[in-house]
Nanobody
Framework: QVQLVESGGDSVQAGGSLRLSCAVSGNIYWSYYMGWFREAPGKEREGVAVIESDGSTLYAESVKGRFTMSRDNAKNTLYLVMNSLKPEDTAMYYC????????????????WGQGTQVTVSS
């Protein structure tokens, strides 16, 4: 059974840092591109970062230089380290597995986690 379980969301002040985790189970860890998406109230869900099996990453312009996505292959776990957080980073953050490399929302996204809330106050 495929499961993506996020954790690590919290409320922080602007300028702070958080590390999100996504535990992956169900034999998809190596066969899909893994990504982080976020959805703020009243806004569309958007791609934040995606990682390939070799560790190569792709980031949205809005988080480039502040967020880092990585993977621990021994633990089948993905991470998103978020530094210099801004109020506009406030959103529900979702882990996802997809067939095509990219940050857009598309029908190739096969699996979603339940999300973890990040709130950044000014």
């Amino acid at each position: 059974q495929v499961q993506l379980v996020e954790s690590g969301g919290d409320s922080v002040q602007a300028g702070g840092s958080l590390r999100l985790s996504c535990a992956v189970s169900g034999n998809i860890y190596w066969s899909y591109y893994m990504g982080w998406f976020r959805e703020a109230p009243g806004k569309e869900r958007e791609g934040v970062a995606v990682i390939e099996s070799d560790g190569s990453t792709l980031y949205a312009e809005s988080v480039k230089g502040r967020f880092t996505m990585s993977r621990d292959n021994a633990k089948n776990t993905l991470y998103l380290v978020m530094n210099s957080l801004k109020p506009e980073d406030t959103a529900m953050y979702y882990c996802a597995a997809r067939r095509i490399l990219g940050l857009w929302l598309g029908p190739d996204i096969a699996y979603w986690g339940q999300g973890t809330q990040v709130t950044v106050s000014s």
